[in-house]
């Protein structure tokens, strides 16, 4: 079934190149995948429009004989895959280390994907960049189980792991001390290489990481003995993480540059602490409030009475008030959990459950058998 290129960008068939690729660039933002919200199949079919529109050529055909010219040689078959797209897009953007640039002889996807991925943050490197350190390192999760308590008020708990950090006599460069830097023979200093590969989006330009320098642009004269050369080194790291009062079960707590070390300098990823909070009978949680069940007898109820009730502060001395229904919620007021996020604490709710009792005796029986029609 032929496809409507013109419907797809959302352009008039009188559209200039101009209108079309301006309408191709705002699409393509709007729908890249790896945006929040991104649509692969759409994005794919808003390039599929582009290839055709944005040619002139192409365009022509398009016009006399509608989306079925590409037949013989159209989006999927001109010598590249839809997965070495979006491979090159996604590493264009960055996560990588790398960066991508096109040439598509005189402007088009090059130009208007250059724009996009530098409203993405500018994690893209041009061809005469300089990478200048490794990538990140890998970040790292561990489990710390506390108590109702402690996630209540907040502890400090003592964590031991092995990871990958950098080397004690290096630094993390993987330069013997006092050794010479020279550059680099391979990338005369720039800390990349280009590669041109021809795609059938065109000439695609690849900005890599030199693999003899790693990026630096120089390189030692000698190794680290201690390290090899790498700049990092396996070694077991203790330290104290400070957990906040108010904290939930299941959040995570993160420590920037506190997971593993790359080689060659380059920068330590991520620690997460997730905690766990041990299960109890006692409080019951929702939100920064605390909950519990405390029984009463009936005459409590008509009554009135004070009842002892544990908080997470201590026992406490509450106030039963006079027909209270079973159910009935009493409110401490700032005897909760503490914000995790500003200052003050939630309630404690005492959730009172008058307790019936299955038999009761004869002398019992006869008085509530007298007040029955009163109550």
């Known amino acids: 079934m032929s496809k409507d290129y013109y419907k797809i960008l959302g ?10 690729k301006k309408a191709f660039k705002k699409l393509a933002m709007q729908h890249h995948p790896d945006r929040p919200g991104g649509d692969e199949k759409k994005f794919k079919e808003i ?14 055909k398009f016009d006399q004989f509608g989306s ?22 996604r590493q264009q953007g960055g996560g990588g280390g790398q960066g991508f640039n096109f040439d598509f ?26 990478r200048g350190r490794g990538s990140q390192g890998r970040d790292i999760q561990v489990d710390v189980e506390i108590d109702f308590k402690e996630a209540a008020f907040g502890v400090e708990r003592e964590i031991s792991l092995r990871k990958q950090s950098a080397c004690d006599v290096c630094g993390g460069s993987g ?15 720039r800390g990349q290489v280009v590669q041109v590969q021809r795609t ?34 396996a070694k077991n790291s203790d330290m104290k993480v400070k957990i906040p009062a108010g904290i939930d079960n299941g959040q995570s707590i993160r420590l ?39 029984e009463i007898n009936f005459s409590q109820a008509v009554l009135g009475d004070k009842i ?50 299955r038999r009761v005796n004869r002398d019992v029986r006869k008085k509530l058998e007298e007040i029955k029609e009163e109550i």
């Open 47 to 60: 390039n599929e429009a582009f290839q055709v529109l944005g040619d002139n050529d192409k365009r022509a």
């Open 11 to 20: 352009v008039e068939k009188n559209a200039t190149t101009d209108e079309i």
């Open 175 to 189: 330069n013997e001390p006092g050794s010479k830097l020279e550059t680099c023979g391979t990338c005369h200093g």
């Open 308 to 357: 002892e009730v544990e908080t997470i502060d201590g026992v406490i001395k509450v106030v039963v008030p006079e027909g209270t229904e079973s159910g009935q919620l009493i409110r401490l007021r700032g005897h909760g959990i503490q914000h995790l996020e500003h200052s003050g604490r939630g309630d404690h709710y005492v959730r009172v459950k008058i307790r019936v009792p």
């Open 105 to 130: 002889g005189g402007g088009g996807l090059g130009d208007i994907f250059g724009d996009f991925f530098s409203a993405q943050g500018g994690r893209a490197s041009g061809a005469g960049g300089r």
């Open 68 to 89: 079925d010219f590409e037949q013989q040689g159209g989006w999927g078959s001109a010598g590249g895959s839809w997965e070495d797209i979006m491979n090159a897009f």
């Open 256 to 294: 920037s540059g506190h997971g593993e070390a790359v080689p060659h300098g380059g920068g330590a990823g991520d620690l997460y602490v997730q905690v766990h909070i041990r299960p109890q009978k006692l409080w019951h949680r929702e939100g920064f409030d605390v909950y519990t069940d405390n």
């Open 200 to 233: 059938f989006l065109g000439a695609m330009q690849t900005v890599a990481t030199c693999p003899n320098c790693q990026g630096r642009g120089q390189h030692s004269s000698k190794k680290c003995k201690h390290c090899g050369g790498d700049g990092v080194m």
